[in-house]
């Protein structure tokens, strides 16, 4: 019993060493190369960690935030990273993410399988102070990697000041202390060309 | 103030983002590439949170540990990877990661610098339980990528079981729970080529 729990822990271990593969379209932040999803996850937990103090909620549970955002984009293994504007690409993300979940999750021993997929499923729903605050650093995250590119993903997909701020929104709402800096960022970014108008 | 806090924050958040620049000797599961110490970092902060039941200590506080794992390699920024069974690289090793911790939590406002240097140290001279417990993660991570690339970098650097046994012994003091399981797959490592007897 023992031996295959850790049997089907390491299976999931080894599975998801996948995400090391899954290419965003930020790139690092010398413009180098395109970030991976793994790279993105232990930056964004960082983060988590970082500016606590200014998440909305101060009770927050920062071991859960962090637990989720390690764990938010495994899916992408099998679904595959769908681009922040593209509208398209979102149509059937949620199926697939479903079905990504249950498959990877899925490898789990039971009770670890329950637990880690409603994790990610609260994550998703955004509804809990830890998922908005996991999903505020989940979407800063990118803009900060464009700023310091001079808006190379922004500027590769025309991308447009309006469709960031609107996904600006949920820092504001889960992470109002950095609301301020985040405005003037894109005001800057604006200013400076790395984002249309 | 507020805002001189949020730009040593984001300072810290771009300049840690060089820890994806970091090239391990580890290739990733499927052998394509070298794996470098964000991706390494993610996945042992996943690994901590998975495989808590096997740890020594129950009471462990695994926000802690998983905290100090995501920040544990930001020296090698500055003082590089170094390889797990050279010993020359080992001789100055220290003195240059304090200097990169120096450096590198110096970017942060005065009291995480303190606390975040601290959980760094406490990592290093691995006398608490958490610290026990994520150097165990650390050692037994670069174990299963060899184990899943039939060896790779342990052929590539003539590493001998015995070598790799020793730096297990963590694995077994903080991780009783997988002691079997880590011993089983050195014994097919050697049987089956992947490291030297």
Redo the contacts between chains.
């Keep these: 019993m ?2 295959e ?2 049997t089907k ?2 299976a ?3 599975e ?2 996948g ?3 899954v290419l965003r379209q930020a790139y ?3 413009g ?1 190369r395109r ?2 999803d ?2 993105h ?3 964004i ?3 988590a ?3 606590q ?2 998440a909305a909620d101060a009770a927050l549970d ?2 859960k935030t ?2 989720m955002l ?2 938010h984009d495994l899916v992408e293994i099998d679904a595959g990273d769908t681009f922040a504007y593209d509208v398209q690409g979102h149509a059937d993300k949620w199926e697939r993410e479903v079905a990504a979940a249950k498959r990877i999750f899925g490898l ?1 021993p039971e009770d ?1 399988r329950d637990a880690w997929m409603a994790l990610w499923l609260e994550f998703e729903e955004g509804r809990t102070p830890e998922a908005k605050y996991a999903l505020a650093m989940d979407r800063l995250h990118p803009v ?1 990697h464009n700023f ?1 590119t001079e808006g190379k993903a922004w500027r590769a997909h025309g991308v447009r000041a309006e469709a960031v701020r609107k996904r600006m929104a949920i820092v504001a709402e889960a992470a109002p ?2 609301e301020s ?1 985040v405005h003037s960022l894109l005001e800057e970014a604006v200013a400076k060309g790395y984002l249309l108008p």
């Design positions: 023992e031996n729990r850790i822990q390491i999931f271990i080894r998801i060493d995400l090391k593969h690092l932040m010398n180098e970030e991976n793994a790279e996850t232990w930056h937990a960082v983060m960690l970082l500016l103090e200014h920062l071991k962090v637990h390690l764990v789990l670890q900060l310091y202390g950095l800096f």
